[in-house]
């Protein structure tokens, strides 16, 4: 890798290093083919600051995509909203699929949601569903504390997702229903494929017009509106309720500046995008990490012994080699931006990926070793070397709870059980998040 020493003046972001690409498209067909690998080649060949063009090598009608690797520069990105925006494709399909949810508003619509869901997710709320959360990591692991048993991790970890958000999301002692499930199970792959191909769509189309891709767009979100509203349906039939429901609270929610909560349909499209990434993201964080473990059984006896605090440690470290948001992007705003000593020009798209930064050499000795240790006591390091929750205020509002959960079930499951990885690697899909391409599997043999 050619490291970043030291930077000149500030200087034009023409003169930022980068691969040619294809006379004619540029890099477009290597950053929508192979998004993670065409990062990492230019991190290894050109540093910490690379330049992606994309259209004619020749003349100046191109679009500028930068990618920013050390931790410094990817803490600039998080912390100034208004040089670095959220105006991407990306956000723009997000918000298309998903509705105006605190992980796709913007602006002061943004604002109001996070003043009224901040109290909600915090660590001290995420701690109040830790009984919940134990019980529920007991349940899922005493059917293979039984005997010497082989299990597909990606699978139970996803169950013990849904068990686990029945419960917080939507105060369902009887876990989410299998016509959810099973539907979950159908449109999660399809909207993982259909978000990052309409997000690096060439020709965009809006939605009103009636192309083929269109119309499979527009039947997949009514799926998964049909989908939450048949769970919300199914919570408000319960009788009594305790309000501790993270739906309930929702609901009862106040802008402690300007009064009025949710309406039911915004409640809709936030229950909603916490049951996916609860389901998505934390259930592959924690599949990954039980492979890693499965992999070193002399660390796994380690975290075995050391309690909550190993596992949550493995866990991080889990997050570290294989966070779920491998790639993350900005948008330069209209006033441009000064970024690692170039200046970049408005509409400039920016990439960081924890992928990378969570194997930069000068912060991570030795990357690619599995190392819990890494995360024990004190650590001297930039605080953006770490961060598959995203960064600054947009930082993912549910780390808390996705943090509590997956420790937990760590720590419950080393306590009853041996893992061992029957693969030695586990393949991944580059789709909207990083998750297995087949199924982790695990022996495990009670101890």
């Known amino acids: 890798m050619t490291a970043t020493a030291s930077r000149p003046t500030t200087r034009s972001a023409s003169a930022i290093a980068g691969p040619d690409g294809h006379p004619l498209f540029g890099m477009a067909q290597a950053l929508r083919g192979d998004l993670l690998g065409t990062l990492q080649a230019g991190f290894d060949r050109y540093g910490d600051v690379v330049a992606y063009r994309i259209g004619p090598a020749r003349g100046r009608r191109y679009r500028l995509v930068v990618a920013v690797h050390h931790p410094d520069d990817v803490r600039r990105v998080f912390a100034d909203t208004e040089a670095f925006t959220r105006r991407t494709s990306t956000y723009r399909t997000l918000n298309e699929l998903f509705g105006a949810s605190i992980a796709t508003a913007d602006g002061d619509n943004w604002q109001r949601q996070k003043r009224l869901l901040q109290p909600l997710f915090t660590r001290a709320a995420a701690d109040r569903y830790s009984a919940i959360v134990s019980e529920e990591a007991r349940t899922v692991v005493q059917p293979l504390e039984a005997s010497v048993t082989t299990f597909d991790a990606l699978a139970v970890t996803a169950r013990y997702a849904l068990r686990v958000l029945s419960r917080t999301l939507f105060a369902d002692e009887r876990g989410i229903d299998p016509d959810t499930s099973a539907a979950l199970e159908q449109l999660v792959p399809i909207v993982s494929r259909m978000l990052p191909m309409r997000a690096r ?10 192309t083929p891709r269109n119309r499979r767009f527009i039947s997949t979100r009514k799926a998964l509106q049909t989908t939450i509203e048949h769970v919300l349906a199914r919570q408000r039939a319960l009788p009594g309720g305790s309000g501790v429901d993270l739906v309930s609270k929702l609901r009862n929610a106040r802008d402690p500046e ?6 039911e349909h915004e409640v809709r499209d936030q229950a909603l995008m916490f049951l996916l990434a609860g389901y998505t993201t934390t259930s592959s964080a924690l599949c990954s990490t039980l492979h890693l473990l499965g992999r070193h059984p002399e660390l796994q006896g380690q975290v075995a012994a050391g309690g909550e605090e190993l596992a949550g440690a493995a866990v991080q470290e889990g997050l570290r080699l294989h966070p779920p948001a491998y790639a993350l992007g900005r948008r330069v705003g209209p006033r441009g931006a000064r970024l690692a000593d170039y200046e970049l020009p408005a509409g400039t798209d920016v990439l960081v990926s924890p992928w990378i930064t969570h194997r930069h050499p000068e912060v991570w000795p030795d990357p690619e070793r599995f190392d819990p240790w890494r995360f024990v006591g004190e650590c001297e390091r930039p605080p953006y070397a770490w961060f598959p929750f995203g960064g600054g205020a947009r930082a993912c509002i549910g780390r808390h709870m996705s943090l ?16 061992e990885a029957l693969d030695s690697h586990m393949p991944m899909d580059q789709l909207s998040t990083m998750r297995p391409s087949m199924p982790v599997r695990i022996r495990c043999q009670p101890r």
């Open 258 to 263: 300007a009064g009025p909560g949710l309406s």
């Open 404 to 419: 509590l959960e997956s420790r937990t079930f760590v720590n419950t499951l080393l306590g009853r059980c041996r893992l």
């Open 201 to 210: 769509q060439v020709l965009r189309f809006p939605l009103r017009w009636p």
